[in-house]
């Protein structure tokens, strides 16, 4: 029985049978994990969802975060909401063990997370961005760093952000100009004063907790206090709301300001901030302008630890797109089955009429929502598994591919997910007719929550481009290859059943399209090349999307457990709609991205006024 959140059959299958969870569960690292523990936990998520995250949605909506004497206050459900969360051990959940965490497999907090956003995902967001920030910590900080800023988050006592974009800078991040100067060796290590603008930085304040930890993008100058250039200078800062000592308790208030709040299309529980670091006006730390910040690794190591923090968003923007899409297309089923309208072809025009379900348009959407969420859930779930085994593998060939392999569907699990979650939304809208756009219904507001995917931590262009630019060919291919051995694999075994066979046939020939595409990318002009590349990782987004349709439909039509026909009937529908009417879509994106033509390029601004 589905909560309304997430189908949690396909969520069971997906992690257990088609992803081979419980053979996971039997290395060292998950100790004490089994399926029973697992199951438990997330029917823990799917009822703390429904019960203390679902039931804010619309208001964390219509009651905006808004500014009071200098502070940001939030809907005041969100506060408990998350106390739920936290209290029920989800924070803390990825942690190990010597940090008061479970350990849980990456993909079981994929899982447990996608419930929550499904639920409500402005409010989701602060614990996203809280356990990223302390998985970075835990990953480049000092002992005593993660003591003192580590521990706090994981208890639930402090939340965290990423500031990088600034006004004049957005993504473009070497060119931010946030300064940090020295100022003295601290038992958190070297101390900086932080003087700059940070913009879209989420939960960048608010009144669910005392203290707010920042981690910050800024630059060190040098002796004549010129910014270095570009992104090798930047270096990486945890700045607190208010000052902690080792044990991180918090204290007097830094030189960190709220100048504005962002009124944005969606997300509008979680607030969105203008931040100031170093203005000087009511906050001087020990009676010095400057936000106190204390350096994270080593100097001009910032882009590089921060891509820890980012690509682990990039997933959460990927999951939170999936989950939304997962939510819509539920709710369009739920209203296409209780929605009576029409009458079809063959039916006496007296009768009473259908539900909308019965009409060949109604199920062509809906089979088009279930493609486009479900294809994304598996792809975020693959690549957190993909995680697992980069952590846990038991040798290092195996960690090594799955290293490879992450770095390569990064992109598309980002990319397509919030692409193709956005169009699900949208096709909810027009199912539900006039009612859709109405704030009656959630599937607006889920719409609006969507769109932000695209843009949340690198536009889909910018996706684009560094697929092409930096990942589809690195290591001469080696990523590439490994992911050609595993799709190789499915056809094969899809070739052995006549049900399938005819896919396996069409997804290598496309594999091999893009194949080929890919290596005349190498040798093309890199303006010509990068102009069409968000086509190219479109299709490579919508071949793997084939793929993993594939490779579980072939997993559950050759040996469907008990219960589980319904789903297998499903399964095969859905891998054949996508096929047939998905899959054609990869040859016109790989005709674009393989033109040499700098068309594009050569347009002259005189086109556009």
Not at 322 to 341: K, W
Not at 346 to 368: E, F, G, N, Q
Not at 558 to 564: F, L
Request: hydrophobic share 45%.
């Amino acid at each position: 029985m589905s909560s309304g959140l997430v189908d949690r059959a396909n969520l069971d299958f997906l992690l257990f049978d088609w992803l081979g969870l419980e053979a996971m569960l039997g290395r060292s690292r998950f100790a004490g994990h089994d399926r029973g523990s697992v199951t438990a936990l997330l029917d823990l998520a799917e009822r703390l969802a429904s019960e203390h995250f679902l039931p804010h949605y619309k208001a964390s909506d219509q009651i905006e975060p808004r500014i009071e004497g200098g502070d940001v206050k939030v809907l005041p459900e969100i506060g408990p909401a998350l106390g739920a969360f936290i209290e029920a051990g989800f924070l803390a959940a990825p942690f190990p063990p010597e940090l008061d965490g479970l350990q849980v497999p990456e993909v079981v907090q994929t899982a447990a997370m996608g419930q929550f956003m499904a639920a409500n995902i402005s409010t989701a967001a602060y614990a996203m961005l809280t356990i990223a920030n302390a998985r970075l910590l835990v990953a480049h900080a000092s002992p005593g760093q993660i003591e003192a800023f580590v521990r706090p988050q994981i208890e639930g006592r402090v939340l965290g952000t990423m500031c990088l974009s600034e006004p004049q800078a957005g993504s473009s991040l070497g060119d931010i100009a946030t300064r940090a100067l020295f100022e003295q060796d601290d038992p958190l290590g070297e101390r900086f004063r932080l003087f700059g603008n940070k913009m879209w930085i989420s939960g960048g304040d608010h009144d669910i907790t005392d203290n707010i930890f920042h981690l910050v993008l800024a630059k060190i100058p040098d002796a004549d206090g010129r910014l270095p250039a570009g992104t090798a200078g930047i270096s990486l800062f945890l700045v607190p709301k208010r000052l902690v000592g080792t044990d991180g308790a918090p204290g007097e208030r830094n030189d960190v300001v709220v100048a504005g709040l962002n009124h944005k299309m969606g997300y509008r529980g979680t607030a969105n901030c203008l931040l100031n670091f170093g203005e000087g006006g009511r906050f001087r730390p020990g009676g010095r302008e400057g936000a106190v910040g204390y350096l994270i690794g080593g100097r001009g190591q910032g882009l590089a630890i921060m891509f820890h923090m980012m690509n682990e968003a990039r997933m959460g923007v990927g999951l939170g797109a999936a989950a939304i899409a997962s939510r819509s297309h539920l709710l369009s089923v739920d209203y296409a089955m209780q929605r009576l309208q029409g009458r079809t072809a063959a039916k006496d025009r007296s009768a009473a009429p259908d539900p909308i379900m019965a009409h060949a348009d109604v199920r062509r959407m809906l089979m088009s929502q279930k493609c486009y969420a479900e294809g994304a859930l598996a792809l975020n779930l693959y690549c957190a598994r993909l995680v697992d085994e980069r952590d846990s593998a038991p040798d290092d060939r195996e960690r090594g591919g799955a290293e490879l392999l992450l770095g390569l569907l990064t992109p598309a699990a980002k990319t397509w997910s919030s692409e193709w979650g956005l169009a699900a939304s949208d096709i909810a809208i027009q199912i539900h007719g006039g009612y859709g756009y109405t704030r009656d219904f959630d599937v607006e507001q889920l719409y609006r929550d969507n769109r932000l995917n695209p843009i949340h931590e690198g536009t889909t262009g910018i996706q684009g481009v560094d697929f092409v630019g930096r990942k589809l060919l690195r290591d001469e291919g080696a990523a590439l290859d490994l992911l050609g051995g595993r799709i190789e694999d499915t056809c094969r075994r899809a070739g052995e059943d006549e049900r399938l066979r005819r896919y396996a046939g069409e997804l290598a020939s496309r594999w091999q399209e893009f194949h080929t595409v890919a290596r005349t990318l190498q040798v093309m002009d890199r303006n010509a090349a990068l102009a069409n590349a968000t086509e190219m990782l479109a299709a490579f987004g919508h071949i793997v999307v084939a793929w993993l349709w594939l490779d579980q439909t072939c997993r559950i039509v050759s040996g469907a457990s008990p219960g589980q026909e319904r789903l297998a009937r499903a399964k095969l529908a859905a891998c054949g709609f996508f096929f047939e009417a998905e899959l054609p879509k990869v040859a016109r994106s790989l005709a674009i991205a393989a033109s040499t033509s700098a068309a594009v390029v050569e347009i002259p601004v005189e086109a556009f006024v």
